[in-house]
């Protein structure tokens, strides 16, 4: 209470009469930070037994996962007669641009998804509210999820995200193409070795068989996860400068760009080039998302795996990102909707199996580790690295730094400069964006 | 020069206007100004305001920054100034590269569609047709067709050509696409042009014994001079604009050469929340803007 009336003189001192905005910010009693501290208020998360309530779900499933969000939903409904929970999608790019806005107009969802590179900077800016309650009363713990991906939703000591899934890189691969260069189609490559040696009989066929695409679907996915397999980071842990341009980084996309050299790939390769020539038959692996597991699917002739991306470093590792439900401010809280929120986001997460159908792995353990999920063969191929993955810090504004990598990538890639270069003059930028952030958000 | 004058004021006495009528243009133009002073000129100066802060619509300290998002954009050693001038030069040289094609060339066409011939208006169908596409649609068809690797372009051509990854390609690709997915629109505009040219100067023009290219150069060309001057200005200011075919069809590749300051600014402002320096961005390409527009207006009135 005491820090809200501060920010009002202080606003007021400031003269910003932006009446809509100010009013945000002391909504609901108080920054998100004093209410991390308050103690759970709430119990009973699974059942709810008060008035009927209705709340607005809004999240960027525009893809093939849209429609299994939306049959949970329908079924989540149908269980809970009180609770109506109605879900609005929008593109990801206008989801993140949309969402800050109607909270800062007092319009904002009650219940939204976010990506977790996503989550510091949208608590950081006062957008989410924090969790730590909502885990305690759903008795949610590290154990039930992976530790990187449970850690990963906290900022600044308080928890802003509950984990709904997790999507890492996977290696997918076409069979009848390395069955035409002699390759075992059911055997894909486990080690740098192994997949260079493959990569080898593919140019021998005369196949190009892994497509270094410039673009950062999947450049930089892939260039992350080399980083850590050599044993290095994108950032230091509390992002106080950046370190891919170090000695891993280097060799990473070194490793990348020297594809292109040896004529493993081609040059210049368009966006998503990579993946249409995996179904095409020109290509035979591409390391992309697992979302990409029901576009192959829906190809029809198409015998394609999918395995865990190769261990080219000295260690596995992957990269992954993640959907984590986050609870948005409102202007005043309604404890009624809190409860219902906490309901839903419990009874998604333990009905998570149906999410894994559309192309997901699921964040809660006891589901990825049951036999249903195991059947799920694709799914479970790729989740099998979920100990390896790796996150960006969760520091407020990290993505803008991570931005400044793509087009480092890019220029590799393309050969337009060297990597160890491309790298340095990007990391350079990226440390005065760190540094800018941590004026803005606070250190 | 003094008889004018005199004219000119027995002109203005012979039809006096009423003193009470004073607000009657004022009233007329109210509903205009009035949009255009909230939707306009209030954020034009608000984003002044907002460009001396280092401002987040969410945050609560929004500090006054004084001149530094302007200075930071003149400082070689600061985190924008490098993309910054990249995407500037990216929006100058499309600018350059696409305005003479996107005047001309419909000029060329709308000369022909305007004889009469059998299939007239299929033909200005034709032209026409692509600008109805939205600016999705077209880059993500040719991104496809011009796809390095796998792109029909390539394969009709025979050619090995990085259409949309390499330069200077990039450019061919993003100034071809923009003239052919645009020019009906200006063609339109030249069409309707000409159709206000009074028939009796070509008549007059035939008598005095004028050839084609003779009508053109004194009876059409002048008789389009405004609208040249609209199509010239448009033009110049929606290419300075473009946006959609860099941000759709090479994501700015190669690292970042073909990246527009409009998709770098909405990167800054949008993206990364820094509406303080985004808008000190634009205010500089506005800037840039309004002294290309003064030239191109003063080249126009000198020639008349």
């Known amino acids: 209470m005491q820090m809200s009336l501060d920010n009002l003189t202080r606003r007021r001192a400031l003269g910003l009469g932006l009446g809509a905005l100010v009013l945000t910010g002391c909504g609901g009693g108080g920054g998100p930070r004093q209410a991390a501290q308050q103690p759970a ?97 759903l008795a949610l713990t590290e154990a039930d999820f992976s530790p990187p ?45 192994e997949y260079l040696a493959e990569l080898e009989a593919l140019k021998k066929a005369g196949i190009q068989g892994h497509w270094a695409t410039p673009f950062p679907f999947t450049s930089s996915m892939q260039f992350g996860s080399l980083l850590y397999q050599h044993g290095g980071q994108l950032f230091a842990d509390d992002a106080s400068v950046s370190r891919f341009a170090e000695e891993p980084g280097v060799q990473a996309l070194t490793w990348l760009v020297e594809l292109v050299n040896k004529g493993y790939s081609p040059k210049n390769v368009g966006q998503d080039a990579d993946l249409i020539a995996l179904q095409n038959g020109k290509n035979a692996f591409n390391w992309n998302g697992i979302w990409s597991i ?18 080219i470093g000295t260690k596995p590792a992957a990269w992954a990102g993640s959907h984590q439900f986050v609870v948005f401010k409102q202007r005043t809280s309604d404890q009624n909707k809190l409860t219902a929120a906490k309901v839903f986001i419990n009874w998604i997460s333990g009905h998570s199996i149906e999410w894994a159908k559309a192309g997901q792995v699921p964040a809660r353990k006891s589901i990825r580790d049951g036999a249903e999920f195991q059947a799920l063969t694709e799914q479970a191929a790729i989740g099998s690295q979920i100990d390896n993955l790796y996150f960006l810090p969760s520091v407020a504004g990290i993505g803008d730094a991570s931005a400044v990598v793509d087009q480092a990538i890019n220029a590799a890639i393309l050969l337009k400069k060297s990597p160890k270069d491309a790298l340095t003059e990007a990391s350079a930028k990226a440390d005065k964006i760190l540094e800018q952030n941590r004026k803005k958000y606070g250190a | 020069m003094a008889t004018l004058t005199a004219k000119a004021s027995t002109a203005r006495a012979a039809t006096p206007v009423a003193w009470s009528g004073w607000a009657t243009p004022y009233l007329f133009m109210a509903p205009y100004l009035v949009l255009f002073c909230v939707f306009v000129l209030a954020p034009a100066i608000y984003g002044v305001w907002v460009s001396l802060h280092d401002w987040d619509f969410l945050l609560e300290g929004r500090p006054f920054v004084g001149l530094d998002n302007y200075t930071a954009l003149f400082d070689p050693a600061s985190a924008v100034y490098a993309d910054f001038w990249m995407s500037m030069r990216a929006t100058g040289l499309f600018t350059l590269l696409s305005v003479p094609f996107l005047v001309v060339l419909p000029l060329g066409i709308a000369l022909l569609l305007n004889r009469s011939f059998r299939g007239r208006t299929f033909f200005r169908g034709l032209f026409f047709a692509p600008y109805v596409l939205g600016v999705a ?51 339109v505009i030249y069409l309707a042009g000409m159709q206000d040219i009074p028939r009796d100067l070509y008549d007059a023009a035939k008598v005095d014994g004028a050839g084609r290219w003779a009508e053109f150069r004194h009876v059409t060309l002048p008789g389009l001079r405004p609208v040249m001057l609209f199509v010239i200005t448009t033009t110049i200011l929606a290419s300075a604009n473009m946006f959609g075919q860099s941000y759709l069809l090479t994501q700015g590749a190669p690292g970042g050469e073909t990246r527009t300051a409009i998709v770098y600014i909405l990167d800054q402002g949008l993206g990364q929340y820094k509406m303080g320096s985004a808008s000190a961005m634009s205010y500089v390409l506005t800037l840039a803007l309004i002294v290309v527009s003064v030239i191109n207006f003063r080249l126009f009135r000198g020639r008349s």
């Open chain 1, 294 to 311: 029901n576009t192959l699917r829906a190809v029809k002739d198409l015998e394609w795996g999918v395995a865990p991306l190769p261990q």
């Open chain 1, 149 to 193: 991906v449970w850690q990963a939703g906290v900022y600044k000591g308080a928890r802003y995200s509950i984990p709904l899934d997790v999507h890492p890189l996977g290696m997918f691969y076409n069979k009848t193409v390395l069955s035409k260069a002699g390759l075992d189609p059911d055997n894909p490559p486990k080690t740098g070795e």
């Open chain 2, 137 to 187: 649609v077209v880059c993500l068809m040719w991104r496809l067709l011009l796809d390095p690797n796998l792109g029909l372009v390539d394969w009709l051509l025979g050619t090995d050509i990085a259409w949309t990854t390499s330069l200077p390609w990039g450019w061919v690709a993003l100034v071809g696409v923009t003239v052919w997915w645009t020019l009906g629109f200006n063609g």
């Open chain 1, 41 to 137: 208020t709430t119990a009973a998360p699974t059942t709810y037994t008060g008035p009927a309530v209705s709340l607005s779900f809004w999240n960027g499933f525009t893809g093939g996962d849209g429609p299994f969000m939306k049959r949970l939903i329908e079924q989540f409904n149908a269980a809970h007669p009180t609770i109506k929970v109605t879900m609005n999608v929008y593109q990801w790019a206008d989801y993140y641009a949309k969402v800050p806005a109607a909270v800062a107009a007092g319009q904002g969802p009650d219940l939204g998804i976010m990506h977790v590179d996503s989550v510091a900077t949208n608590a950081a800016r006062q957008v989410v509210l924090p969790l730590d309650d909502v885990a305690t009363a």
